[in-house]
């Protein structure tokens, strides 16, 4: 991350980290098309439900009617629970970083990672020992600036853990 400098030119380092808490709330995009898919279906569904009924339409017709509509409905819904299961929390503070991913609750101490990096659109972080860890899925474009910012303070947490500080 560049960070400007006293003398007003550009460095890239990492500056040491406060004693405090960072929350990062990592969620997908809303899922708009899904949403607008699923209306679509339930609106021609209902319509022709209405239209079968009031013309005396074949049995057929209603049939798909209700189909239409149910899976207009059915789309929606798991459109809304994927998006909100997908939704990811980190914290972090002086001791350890704490990821809460669809019900479970993983932490690592800053002493025990091992390695961290961006594999696709996933942060992993490994313990130095090689078994578990922790990873964080990020769920828009890779320039997600909740994303980004999580990154920066797991390297500026590590940096501060390791005793490492920036050239002067």
């Not at 964080?136 to 600036?145: E, F, I, M």
């Amino acid at each position: 991350m560049l960070l400007g400098d006293r003398r007003g030119g550009d460095r890239l380092v990492s500056d040491p980290v406060p004693a405090r808490q960072a929350r990062f709330v990592l969620s997908a995009p809303p899922p708009v098309r899904a949403l607008a898919i699923s209306a679509a279906l339930v609106v021609v569904g209902v319509g022709l439900l209405v239209l079968a009924s009031a013309y005396g339409w074949p049995v057929g017709v209603l049939v798909l009617a209700v189909v239409l509509a149910v899976l207009g409905v059915a789309l929606g819904l798991v459109a809304l629970v994927v998006t909100r299961r997908i939704r990811s929390t980190v914290v972090t503070d002086a001791e350890q970083i704490v990821v809460e991913h669809a019900g479970s609750r993983q932490s690592l101490r800053w002493s025990e990672i091992g390695t961290a990096r961006v594999l696709g659109q996933r942060l992993v972080i490994s313990r130095k020992e090689g078994e578990g860890g922790v990873s964080v899925l990020n769920p828009r474009r890779r320039a997600n600036p909740t994303f980004l910012a999580l990154m920066a303070e797991v390297q500026q947490r590590l940096d501060a853990d390791r005793g490492y500080s920036p050239f002067s």
